[in-house]
Nanobody, 127 residues
Framework: EVQLVESGGDSVQSGGSLTLSCVAS????????MGWFRQVPGKAREAVAS???????NSVERVEGRFTSSRDNAKNTLYLHMTILKPEDTAMYYC?????????????????????WGRGTQVTVSS
């Protein structure tokens, strides 16, 4: 059974940092296209960052320069390193994966490209 389990969410002050982790299990191959998304109540899920099978990552413009994603295939773990956090970064953060996706360079920001999702980890940033 495929599982994605996020952790690392917390309540922090504006300007703080957090690193989220997503442990993947059940995949036959660790070289899986993966991404990070976030969602606040009443709004659509939005992309944050993605990582391709080789570890090349891309972050969306609104977090570029503050958030980076990386992976450790030996540990089957995806990370989201978040710095200079802002109140507008407050959201539930999800990791996603699709072992069958021909991963674009840097990964995909399209939620529909992913067929496995974790349950999320909450990040709250106070001003």
């Amino acid at each position: 059974e495929v599982q994605l389990v996020e952790s690392g969410g917390d309540s922090v002050q504006s300007g703080g940092s957090l690193t989220l982790s997503c442990v993947a299990s059940g995949f036959t191959d660790s070289n899986v296209c993966m991404g990070w998304f976030r969602q606040v109540p009443g709004k659509a899920r939005e992309a944050v960052a993605s990582v391709d099978e080789r570890g090349e990552s891309n972050s969306v413009e609104r977090v570029e320069g503050r958030f980076t994603s990386s992976r450790d295939n030996a540990k089957n773990t995806l990370y989201l390193h978040m710095t200079i956090l802002k109140p507008e970064d407050t959201a539930m953060y999800y990791c996603a994966a699709n072992p069958m996706l021909i991963c674009p360079r840097g990964g995909s920001w399209v939620p529909d490209d992913y067929n496995y999702w974790g349950r999320g980890t909450q990040v709250t940033v106070s001003s």
